[in-house]
């Protein structure tokens, strides 16, 4: 079972439209969670931070259920700028606190 | 700030050739890391390193070696270039083990 697994996608969805992403991490004692957006052949850059209390940023929502290793993304109000994909990423303490990436989602958002 | 500046951003070699990937960070950074990505996965860990001096083999070591003489320098080298190190390979670095901040990335092709 790979560590962190998210949907591959791609989700193809209209602008304005609200988009949810889902991960599942297998290590119960991962410590911290991210979102990290990639853009088509670009680097990596942290999007959000994934606290157990949820968080929001504008239009981002992110989510943390420990109980269920389950962390969510929801977009609102999608642009065409959102289109990338969506990278669920976990801390655990091996490796010198090393981040486990998903191998992410695929977001088309289309006029 | 340049931030984390990876050379070169492209490199074709032929099996068994060698060569380094240099990167350098200004943001006077202790953590370091180097990943690889291939095609519809996530961000595998080859090595990294939390100072100066001091480096540890990630998820995917073999093929690959490492040094840190500086705090600012990272630099990757492939000994004996074999067609599955084909890959993007990126540097990160970070103050804490949190948040990293990504280089754009070498595209290596290895025939």
């Known amino acids: 079972r790979k560590e962190v697994e998210q949907d591959p996608g791609p989700f193809n969805v209209p602008e304005g439209a609200t988009v949810a992403f889902n991960c599942t991490y297998s290590n119960s004692a991962s410590q911290s969670f991210f979102w990290y957006r990639q853009d088509c052949r670009k680097e990596p850059k942290l999007l959000m931070s994934v606290y157990s209390s949820g968080n929001e940023d504008g239009r981002f929502t992110a989510q943390l259920n420990r109980a269920s290793q389950y962390i969510s993304l929801l977009i609102r109000d999608s642009k065409l700028s959102d289109s990338a994909t969506y990278l669920c990423?976990?801390?655990?303490?091996?490796?010198?606190?090393?981040?486990?990436f998903g191998a992410g989602t695929i977001l088309r958002v289309k006029s | 700030n340049a931030g984390v500046t990876q050379t070169p951003k492209f490199r074709i070699l032929k099996i068994g050739q060698s060569m380094t990937l240099q990167c350098a960070q200004d943001?006077?950074?202790?953590?370091m890391y180097w990943y690889r990505q291939d095609p519809g996965m996530g961000l595998k860990l080859i090595y990294y390193?939390?100072?100066?001096?001091?480096?540890d083999k990630g998820e995917v070591p073999n093929g690959y070696n490492v040094s840190r003489s500086t705090t600012e320098d990272f630099p990757l080298r492939l000994e004996l270039a074999a067609p599955s190190q084909t890959s993007v390979y990126f540097c990160a670095s970070s103050k804490t083990s949190y948040e990293q901040y990504f280089g754009p990335g070498t595209r290596l092709t290895v025939t």
């Open positions: 390193s939390v100072g100066a001096g001091i480096t």
């Open positions: 943001m006077n950074h202790n953590y």
């Open positions: 990423v976990v801390i655990t303490m091996e490796y010198g606190n090393k981040l486990v």
